[in-house]
């Protein structure tokens, strides 16, 4: 069902864009969020909101991978799978979660938690081999680690992403694609060591890009905001829990 | 003399709170921005032209020109896309970018929508990245609260609404004129050109398309001048890069450089390709670019010196594969992609590449023979130069390049009855492990 309250969000996510039809993807997102899919009655809201034919907005959730025809887990966790973490140990992990979870690729375990995919290149490369949780980055897997993984997912304990937050569930995540931040933005580190590796060994020789130290006044840092600020067409920021 | 490693774009990736906008100013964040309203428009314009900065989103057209196609200011309005939807294999630098220093890429679009006079900027960034997005989200609000974004900026009386946009997962959304498809709420299938989107781009009015990388480098140019980024890089590859290291190589990650360098030297800096073990072959740009082998480790990493060696930059996504891979693995796996991401919309390559991944799955089960090889060849002919848009030809770019450099290796498969390659060896775990999990 798809409440009034969020029959109310999808018209604010109109309003963020010139042409409201530009709102059918974050919508898309907001109906996996409140629905667990794109069902058939998340497509007729679409339609009736953007002034469209249900068989329109049909053919664009169906063009894309990320909106699921039938209902994901509360963990969608993908292996990525694409030539180069395959290679490192992608494919072995795949492997390994197919047999460990007994689900095939695209199917979800018999408790709701888990839905099992293997993904394409999620730019993360540099960390193979990657799974993601939740679209979280899960980094320099191993088939022992997998296992624990979704072990502890499927228990209810509280998981961190290694570049990331503290995994919501797969409905929280959507919401937060729809446009509508959860305040864990502050959660989790700049970046993980590979992402480091040039800067350090930069710092290590002394080499630089030889740009000039900033002089003068600093600009406003944003910690006393100065007013000047609009009605913003995208949403709030939250305010994370900081560490 | 410009060093071999220039961190700009990553010099903030350790801060403590690197993405917020306190870290990001006291790292000299904003002040680009400060400088910039102080100029007239077309003199960012002419700065970021005087840079030689080139798009880094794969292509490598001059951004500054890009800009400078866009029609005399009429009756509709301008619009600034951020190509944020990273998914070619291999490129991995916009993703830690935008986690790490998401105001980089912020002040970055501020100020190339005021250099084209835009007054709405949209991120079109991939939805498979949760935490980017988080981040992109608070900076933006961040950047609004701060009077940096919104009415009057600055005082300068530039007003300026940026939207952040997730996509919903297809790769072809990454070519620029499918993203305005999808950005418009429709299929994300390529459009036909001209009109270019500098002419007719989104709702058909005059935009500016840009890799994050592209806009990211605004800021620095505007505050260190043109001449500071110029000094960097060769003769007509100007500037720092980010290269990305991944696979078999000691220490995997970001390096950001000057253009020109090497994969020698990249590699002695990365600690070389993994202990025992020699380099194969490697992309230089990603799987859509032809790859390479351990002959061209001396070639420059530019546009022309890639191009010299009949293959792309591309994203700098440089994937390292040791002798341990089976190269006919490989490419069978990016075949795939290709034919997963095809957008359907014309037949030589939505037929294509279907064809590709079987006859490419025969000759990996050991069963096909030298008129498979023609085969493949012939298939590829038909459908490089013969498609819609750039996808096809990326998809043909494996196939070809490993023909040219490992026709052997096809061959063997064919000889052996099969594969000759252990998977298990190629992994980054421990012998047993690998071998549990093969099989499974
Ligand atoms: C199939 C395909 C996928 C692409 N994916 C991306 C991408 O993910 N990010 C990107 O910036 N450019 C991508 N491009 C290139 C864009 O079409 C475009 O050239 C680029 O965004 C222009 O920005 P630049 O001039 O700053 O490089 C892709 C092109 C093709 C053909
Ligand atoms: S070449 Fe492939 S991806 Fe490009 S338009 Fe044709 S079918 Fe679509
Ligand atoms: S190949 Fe797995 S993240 Fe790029």
Known sequence: ?243 | MTDPLTPALTANWGQRGSWTLPAYVDQGGYRALYEAVTHEPDEIIQMVKDSGLRGRGGAGFPTGMKWGFLPPLGEKPRYLVVNADESEPGTCKDIPLMLASPHTLVEGVIISSYAIRARRAFIYVRGEVLHVIRRLQQAVREAYDAGYIGHNILGSGYDLEVVVHAGAGAYICGEETALLDSLEGRRGQPRLRPPFPAVEGLYASPTVINNVESIASVPGIVLNGPEWFSSMGTEKSKGHVIYSLSGHVARPGQYEGPLGITLRELLELAGGIRAGHELKFWTPGGSSTPMLTKEHLDLPLDYEGMAGAGTMLGTRALQMFDDTTCVLRAVLRWTEFYKHESCGKCTPCREGTWWLVQVLERLERGEGSEDDLETLLDLCDNIAGRSFCALADGAVAPIMSSLKYFRDEYVAHFEHGGCPFDPAAATLFEPETATAGVGA
């Open chain 1, 1 to 243: 069902m798809i409440s009034d309250k969020t029959k109310g969000e999808l018209r604010e996510i109109t309003a963020r864009y010139p042409e409201s039809r530009s709102a059918l993807l974050p919508m898309l997102h907001l109906v996996q969020s409140e629905e667990g899919y794109v069902s058939p009655e998340g497509i007729e809201v679409c339609a009736e909101l953007l002034d469209l034919t249900a068989a329109e907005v049909a053919a664009v959730a169906t063009f894309y991978t990320m909106y699921k025809r039938r209902p994901v887990g509360d963990y969608h966790v993908g292996v990525c799978t694409n030539t180069l973490c395959a290679v490192m140990g992608g494919d072995a992990i795949f492997g390994t979660l197919k047999e460990h979870l007994g689900v095939g690729n695209d199917e979800t375990t018999e408790d709701g938690k888990v839905t099992l995919e293997h993904v394409e290149c999620n730019a993360a490369c540099d960390y193979a081999p990657v799974v993601m949780v939740n679209w979280e980055f899960f980094d320099n897997m191993t088939p022992e680690r997998a296992r624990k993984l979704v072990d502890d997912l499927r228990a209810g304990n509280e998981v961190e992403a290694d570049r990331g937050a503290r995994i919501c569930t797969w409905r929280q995540a959507e919401r937060v694609l729809a446009g509508f931040p959860d305040g864990r933005a502050d959660e989790g580190p700049s970046a993980g060591e590979a992402s480091l590796a040039g800067l350090r060994l930069a710092a290590e020789r002394g080499w630089s890009s030889g740009a000039p130290k900033p002089t003068g006044d600093a600009p406003p840092r944003g910690d006393a905001p100065n007013g000047a600020a609009s009605n913003g067409a995208t949403s709030n920021g939250g305010g994370g829990k900081g560490q």
